[in-house]
């Protein structure tokens, strides 16, 4: 009785730890932001640039408010985000794909490595014009653009997690008759697990990152699309508006990831024990 008592006060404290440190990291945030809207509020309004290319904050809250309010908004970042997870879903199991080769087959890689290397250091964007005389400019184009800035990340990750797996626990499942298959599935991808969600992470950034280049595609919806069109309207109200909503979308899905590794991680953890 009194082994579960202590357990639970050191649960209790460890949450009551956690919460504390989430709220001194919060209230951090919130002082750096006051700072950098005290900065920008007083850039605007000195003029040492002009409303035109820095609008004051009020305006740009004005207008993000409007959107909002109209539900424009809301519907563009539903395209984006629609166009996001395709495209991040396309490059993981692309990434899971090369890494499972790279794991059961090493020699494979010396035929395609190569290749990937090049194209790993070609920019996405680069290839929009090759793109679109290809598939149109219709979503292909655009998600094709979201896969090529998501995979690699992805891919460097998960090969690192695949490759890097305990030797000696190989070598005893090849001594308890473990096939290639039973080796993979019961050693290599479990320890291989934090490298896989450490590049699902990195490669979720880089595709909200990339959904800018990929509605430059002849887009008529979507969060870069937004930006674009208030540009060449000379909104830069709305321009910041939509750099912001991009952020600000990143973030949440970034900690929505996290999340729910953590609880993956809880779980795993708690069968493992039992």
Not at 149 to 160: E, G, H, Q, T, V
């Amino acid at each position: 009785m009194w082994q579960r008592s202590l357990r639970m006060r050191i649960v209790t404290a460890m949450n009551d730890r956690e919460i504390n440190g989430a709220v001194r990291r919060g209230v951090k945030t919130a002082v750096g932001i006051l700072i950098l809207l005290a900065v920008w509020q007083a850039a605007a309004r000195t003029g040492i640039w002009s409303a035109y290319v820095l609008p004051p904050p009020a305006k740009v809250a004005k207008a993000l408010a409007g959107m909002v309010e109209s539900g424009v908004l809301f519907r563009h970042i539903g395209v984006s985000f629609r166009r996001v997870l395709e495209g991040f879903s396309i490059a993981f199991f692309m990434a899971m794909a090369g890494g499972i080769v790279v794991s059961q087959k090493p020699f494979a890689e010396e035929y395609y490595g190569g290749f990937l290397e090049f194209m790993r250091n070609v920019p996405p964007i680069s290839l929009i014009a090759l793109l679109i005389l290809w598939f149109g400019i219709g979503e292909t184009s655009k998600i094709i653009i979201i896969v090529l800035a998501s995979f690699f990340p992805m891919y460097l990750n998960i090969r690192k997690g695949f490759v890097s797996g305990s030797r000696n626990l190989l070598e005893v499942g090849t001594v308890f008759g473990l096939s290639s298959w039973q080796k993979f599935c019961r050693i290599i991808l479990p320890s291989a697990v934090p490298d896989i969600l450490v590049g699902m992470r990195i490669g979720l950034g880089y595709s909200w990152r990339a959904i800018i280049g990929a509605e430059m595609i002849a887009a008529a919806s979507g969060l870069g699309y937004l930006i674009l069109d208030a540009q060449q309207m000379s909104r830069s109200d709305k321009v910041i508006a939509g750099i912001v909503t991009i952020g600000t979308v990143g973030i949440l899905c970034d900690k929505l990831f996290l999340l729910v590794i953590h609880k993956v991680a809880k779980i795993w953890e708690e069968g493992g024990t039992e």
